[in-house]
């Protein structure tokens, strides 16, 4: 699993190319490096729009409340693999946003889970698209 790393504070919420097994898994190398940590794998508490964009690159919109719970891979990754996860995501360039997101074991009962449930919720980050992108794309998805 790599090297545990007490620097690892950063909760990153992946759910597309940045998972296990996928062409963006530089979560991996980071593994290698003590850089990053894989926690587990949970699912959103609330609903969110799950688009695939340009190049089939799967986006998340920042809609709470529509959608779906969306699935995925929990990391904790130290500063340094921040910033280059980071980069990778386009934060700079604008392709994507760093914003909080409230996760649930996936173990969870997903179906009877209600936000005032005493089940254990985690709060990370995740990558939202840009707000650029988010009319467009939820009005492709629409079509």
């Known amino acids: 699993m790599g090297i545990e790393n007490n620097n690892c504070e950063n909760l990153i919420f992946t759910y597309g190319t940045l998972k296990r097994g996928f062409s963006n898994h530089v979560l991996q190398d980071l593994m290698r490096t003590g850089d990053a940590v894989f926690k587990g794998t949970y699912t959103t508490v609330e609903k969110y729009p799950l688009v695939c964009g340009p190049y089939r690159v799967p986006f998340?919109?920042?809609m709470p409340g529509s959608g779906h719970?969306?699935?995925g891979e929990l990391?904790?990754?130290?500063?340094?693999g921040l910033a280059r996860v980071d980069e990778l995501e386009g934060t700079s360039r604008g392709h994507y946003k760093r914003l909080p997101i409230k996760l649930i074991p996936a173990e969870a009962d997903k179906e009877n889970y209600n936000k005032e449930d005493e089940v254990l919720t985690c709060a990370a980050e995740a990558y939202y698209?840009?707000?650029s992108y988010e009319k467009e794309m939820l009005c492709q998805k629409k079509r």
């Open 129 to 131: 698209a840009c707000k």
């Open 60 to 62: 998340l919109l920042n």
């Open 75 to 80: 990391y904790a990754v130290s500063a340094r």
């Open 69 to 71: 719970r969306v699935s």
